[in-house]
């Protein structure tokens, strides 16, 4: 007998018979047998020389003691054999195993005992490093749960599969599919919670299942956020970087990321909204989808296939656009809005159909005029001015026109003109353009009047300008000021004199300069006019000699 560490006892031939190691019990028993019979015969013949004949009938007896050791070594030899083709025969009769003869099973005996014959079959192939085979054992283990809608069973077998020793990727990676699409056929959300808790446990921390468990968080927090726990599905949905997942989609990826954007949003987290959206480049979306893909080269990664719920590269494109304008409209940044709809207004789908361009258009018109003044909104404004389709709108293109004419604006005659369309955009898409839209658009308006003003006037009086402005003179003082400490303007205000310079002060090197320019122009006026002086006398001359 045999004592192990687990306090098991063994004899040598249950040792022998075991199936753990066949190739070692085979080298062990051929060797054995081989040096026994070759020793038997040549005890025999160094008995019969050496002791001679009187020692006949020892080496009779010891002949007669070696035989049946030989025979037991030679039958354990024919149980290896034996052995090996009982377990082809079971491999045969797996591969052939059908949901007839699974029926069949149910029939025969509990659930219990199926499934237990099913471990023992999944063991041997487990093994013997079967892998179709061992797939298909756990598959059909589930598969039985399931059809006997065992649901607490069916959590208990994926643990216990997934845990066992030697247990093989290929087989973990099927059962984890095979699982996930029974989470539709759970009977009330308390199973589908739990079975979703149960495959993300045995996933975690494999990453041969990374992007079954992403697929599995994303549902987990779908069904948190239906029964009000927003904070609960964001954190859960942070737990997972998809962007270090070489075999998932890309646009599986985008969804991904942006999913986790807007429940962000929605739980008014706009700081992490903010680190979360700059994972999605903007020039992703810009990739030519016509294009065929390349053959994975030998060694890299396979890229799996989106599902089918996954929405397109043009869709997620305006996905993106509209939760961006979402987080700038929480700072009220109109510039950066501006361009958010900028993108989405070059999206093909949505250029094609009047009744999406023109409120996109319309949005990107009020929100150039809201915008501060600056290089990018003067660049954005005249290539607005450009596009064709502002035809369609005359109203806004005379309301951009008006903010690149320097002209001073009557803030009442534009406010009576475009009060209706500002309240209607209530109504359009992306909603109302926000709280203070009305003052900012005001502000605006007085700011494109002071740079007119500035453009004319050098000096000009305070009370002057407020009556440009149609403020009162510390309204007119106010703006002023922040449009100076801005940098938008350069100017000085002499408040004993009440009068507003525009000029910038001159060191002694500027005027020096200025001077000098200024000479040199006046040296290149003087040197035209003499040539063309000259050029007339001489031409005078020429028409007298005639």
């Known amino acids: 007998m045999f004592r192990f560490t687990n306090g098991k006892r063994r004899c040598l031939g249950s040792f022998i018979f075991s199936s753990q190691r066949p190739l070692l019990c085979f080298k062990i028993i051929f060797s054995l047998s081989f040096i026994l019979y070759y020793e038997e015969n040549k005890f025999i013949s160094t008995t ?18 070696i035989k049946p050791l030989i025979l037991f070594f030679q039958l354990l ?43 023992n079959v999944e063991k041997q192939m487990r093994l013997n490093g079967d892998v179709a085979a061992t797939k298909k054992a756990v598959i059909d283990i589930l598969q039985l749960c399931f ?37 539709d056929e759970t009977p ?30 994303k549902r987990l927090a779908k069904i948190k956020e239906e029964q009000g726990q927003i904070a609960e599905a964001a954190d859960l949905m942070q737990e997972i970087a998809v962007e270090t997942f070489g075999a998932m989609a890309k646009t599986e990826k985008i969804a991904f990321i942006l999913e986790q954007v807007r429940l962000c949003l929605d739980r008014q987290d706009y700081v992490r909204a903010q680190i979360l959206s700059r994972k999605i480049s903007p020039r992703v979306f810009d990739a030519d989808t016509s294009k065929e893909k390349k053959k994975p080269k030998e060694g890299e990664s396979i890229v799996e296939e989106a599902p089918a719920d996954i929405p397109s590269l043009l869709e997620l494109k305006r996905i993106y656009y509209e939760l961006m304008i979402r987080y700038y409209s929480h700072n009220n940044e109109y510039l950066e809005i501006c361009r958010c709809y900028k993108s989405v207004y070059e999206i093909p789908s949505v250029k094609e159909d009047p009744a999406k361009w023109i409120p ?41 026109k008006q903010l690149i004419t320097m002209e001073v604006i009557q803030w009442t005659g534009l406010w009576n ?33 002071i740079l007119v003003v500035s453009k004319y006037y050098a000096r000009i009086t305070i009370k002057r300008l407020a009556e440009l402005l149609c403020l009162t003179v510390e309204e007119t003082e106010k703006h002023l000021s922040d449009m100076v400490v801005s940098k938008a303007l350069v100017a000085k205000i002499d408040r004993p004199m009440g009068i507003i310079c525009f000029e910038t002060a001159k060191d002694s090197n500027d005027i ?19 040539h063309q002086i000259h050029k007339e006398t001489m031409v005078h001359k020429a028409a007298l000699k005639v």
């Open 360 to 400: 996109v258009l319309r949005k990107i018109c009020w929100y150039l005029v809201l915008a501060p003044h600056d290089p990018m909104q003067s660049s954005l404004l005249n290539s607005t001015l450009d596009d064709k389709n502002l035809s369609e709108i005359p109203h806004f293109r005379s309301l951009l």
């Open 188 to 217: 009330d959300v308390e199973t589908k919670i739990e079975l979703i808790k149960t495959l993300n446990s045995v996933s975690a921390g494999k990453i041969y299942v990374e992007i079954e468990r992403a697929r599995l968080i």
């Open 48 to 65: 019969r020389k050496n002791i001679g004949v009187t020692y006949k009938g020892l080496a009779k007896r010891l002949s007669l003691l």
């Open 147 to 183: 059809q006997n809608r065992a649901w607490k069973m069916l959590n208990d077998q994926i643990v216990v599969l997934s845990k066992r020793r030697g247990q093989l990727k290929q087989a973990v990676t099927a059962m984890v599919q095979q699982a996930m699409q029974y989470i």
């Open 417 to 449: 003109a475009f009060k209706d369309e500002f309240e209607n955009e209530k109504n359009m898409l992306g909603g109302s353009l926000g709280d203070k839209a009305a003052d900012d658009l005001k502000e605006r308006v007085i700011e494109h009047n």
């Open 512 to 530: 020096l300069n200025s001077w000098a320019t200024n000479l040199e122009k006046v040296l290149d006026l003087v040197e035209k006019s003499c």
């Open 77 to 119: 030899l024919l149980h290896h054999h034996l052995l090996g083709f009982i377990k082809l025969s079971n491999y045969i009769q797996f591969n052939n195993f059908s949901s007839s003869s699974l029926a069949k099973m149910e029939g025969g005996g509990s659930l219990d005992a199926q499934i237990e014959s099913l471990l």
